[in-house]
């Protein structure tokens, strides 16, 4: 009876550390995953500063180069939908993606303030968010 208690009291304390060992190596898969989505969220908030900047610059087909920017903003929506604790900022480009979608006469006008709240954002800087909140702020919401 002895032996088979303490067989039973090895066999636990096997598993806990079993159940520890897993549990430390789900968290760091997490952590991981969620620095591949941020990496991939910069990246994509890069290729829509350049192509707002492409808009700017640009004479010829603005209609493909702004449906690249509606492209890219939803991208980087999608990945900061995937972050934890980014609610505030996902509110932000959220906003920013249904302005650029719902109101292209007027954020075909602002693309200036936009490449410069995403270059911020892409600096890591909060004034980022600020100024694209700004942005969406400034549109006429019950009207073209």
């Known amino acids: 009876m002895k032996r088979r208690m303490v067989f039973a009291i090895v066999i636990a304390i096997v598993t806990v550390i079993s159940l520890l060992v897993f549990i430390a190596l789900y968290i760091n898969a997490m952590n991981t995953i969620q620095e591949t989505y941020y990496r991939q969220y910069i990246t994509e908030m890069g290729h829509l500063s350049r192509d707002a900047g492409a808009y700017l610059d640009a004479e010829g087909d603005h209609e493909l180069r702004y449906r690249m920017i ?75």
Do not use: R, W
Not at 104 to 131: C, H, N, R, V
């Open 70 to 144: 509606i492209s890219d903003a939803s991208c980087a929506d999608d990945y900061l939908f995937l972050l934890n604790g980014h609610e505030k900022e996902q509110i932000i480009i959220n906003e920013v993606k249904t302005c650029l979608i719902k109101y292209p006469e007027q954020m075909s006008g602002k693309m200036k303030e936009l490449k410069t709240a995403s270059d911020d954002i892409i600096a890591g800087l909060d004034k980022g968010y600020d100024e694209a909140d700004a942005l969406v702020k400034s549109i006429n919401k019950k009207g073209h």
